[in-house]
């Protein structure tokens, strides 16, 4: 089994003051971590079981990502939306990407560390340095999971990641809703629709 081997670690932060043409009660933050890894599965051809490696290299991952992003962010208390995502070089496999991310090795330890008890969204891809790396963020309070306010997007790139035989891991986060979120949500829908979460009309 191979031993995680990050090539880097990049951060990402911006910070949003106007939107619209009008300043925001308060500047809305969105911030990533990106690690840079070597494939672990690279020039191996088709690997049936990547538990192991999983296993392994989430771990990491999770330790070198998580306080970090928490960090920069100011703390659990300033995150209000997450989410996460991977892109494998053009010789690694979509599961590849996949598996570092959808593990609870690696996802349960930032939604702790976030305060929050939602899944996190995600994309994972395959793709080519320089690729856009794009994090879909949600509420991290199940309860809220439907606040659309919080249905944001974070993108950023890595010039030179991942190479064909690397593999990017991020993590992203946001302290609040859009600026200025004035779409209701699909609880104020149902109101108005007469139904519930189902769709189904409410009874009279």
């Known amino acids: 089994m191979n031993d995680p081997v990050i090539r880097k670690v990049v951060d990402y932060i911006e910070d949003t003051m106007v939107e619209g043409g009008r300043p925001a009660a308060t500047p809305l933050r969105m911030g990533a971590c990106a690690a840079v ?6 020039g191996q051809g088709y690997v049936e079981d990547l538990q192991p490696q999983i296993f392994a290299h989430a771990k990491a991952l999770g330790d070198v990502l998580v306080p970090r992003l928490v960090d920069q962010m ?8 997450f989410g996460k995502c991977a892109v494998t070089g ?19 330890v930032f939604r702790i560390a976030a305060g929050g008890n939602s899944f996190l969204p995600f994309t994972n891809k395959r793709a080519g340095a320089g690729t856009a790396l ?8 199940e ?24 593999i990017v891991v991020v993590l992203g986060a946001a302290s609040g809703g859009r600026p200025h979120a004035r779409i ?6 149902m109101k108005l ?3 519930d979460q189902a769709g189904r009309p409410l009874s009279v």
């Open 37 to 42: 890894i070597v494939n672990p599965w690279a």
């Open 90 to 108: 053009t010789a690694g496999e979509v599961e590849h990407a996949a598996g570092l991310i959808h593990t609870l090795h690696f996802g349960n």
């Open 134 to 141: 794009t994090l879909p963020l949600t509420h991290k309070d």
């Open 74 to 81: 100011g703390g659990p208390d300033k995150i209000e939306a």
């Open 193 to 195: 629709m007469g139904v």
């Open 184 to 189: 209701g949500d699909r609880f104020s829908d």
């Open 143 to 166: 309860a809220k999971k439907g606040t659309r306010s919080h249905f944001l997007t974070l993108e950023f790139s890595i010039p030179d990641a991942p190479a064909a035989d690397e």
